[in-house]
């Protein structure tokens, strides 16, 4: 399938690693012309420079200028993105209970208001040009909340009632915003989240592990590269119709419809 993105500009946020770093790779696979970003510029240049044609851009996104910076950066590489990819690490596993409210300014920080600034800069564009997607990367607690992941729960279902609120807004002009949510897939991100559920159980990580995928019907953790070819097809012009929707990659996780 093609999916009419050759050419176009892709930004990736916190594409050095994991999920971001697979969608990096499958768009510039694609042909878009990607940058890379993270807060480790050497190792986004290094990423880049294995790509067809990219970029790679050190930026701290939670800094108050870093949004402006990497959008400005992306400009003078290639142009105004046409795809915006959303994406930022998770916070640190944790009871409801335990929260306290400087958790959750950072969690908001990190999840959602780098993301809206992000969206302002890029999006005034998109609509001009009658062309854009934003997608973001979620989790499935946005359709389930997790156990002992209460400020990635919170932080999440904050942005995913933004986007879809923006995803009415725009659709009109062209522009689909999306959100893509993983269950357990083979990243660094779930491998800590194991060892935190491990020391919370008083189990080792391996017995903790096999728990988990016990839960899933697909019996077996995701691949990156499955997750990235979603994340890439939701931000081609075949899927110019799905708009304001979360769509889970979750090997059957979540039960409900």
Known sequence: MDLGIAGRTALVCASTGGLGRAIAEQLAAEGARTVVCGRREALAKQIAATLPRAVGVGVDLLADD???????????????????????????PGAAADIGVDAVDAALDALVRQHVRLVSHALPVMRR????????????????PLPNLALSNLGRAALAGYLKTL?????????TVN???PGRIETERTAAVDAANAR?????VADTR?????TIPARRYGR??????TAAFLCG?????????????????????
Do not use: H, K, Q
């Open 200 to 204: 919370r159980g008083g189990r080792t």
């Open 179 to 181: 959100m893509l949510l």
């Open 210 to 214: 096999e728990l988990s995928i016990a």
């Open 224 to 229: 990156p590269a499955e997750f990235a070819a």
């Open 66 to 92: 870093g949004p402006a910076e990497l959008f400005a950066a992306t400009v003078a590489a290639f142009a105004a993105p046409d795809i915006l990819v959303l994406n930022g690490p998770g916070p640190r």
């Open 129 to 144: 040009r009658r062309w854009g997607r934003i997608l973001a990367v979620g989790s499935s607690g946005v359709a389930a």
């Open 167 to 175: 995803a009415t807004e725009v659709a009109a002009d062209g522009v």
């Open 237 to 257: 012009a075949p899927a110019s119709y799905i708009t304001g929707t979360a769509l889970r990659c979750d090997g059957g996780l979540v039960r409900s419809l």
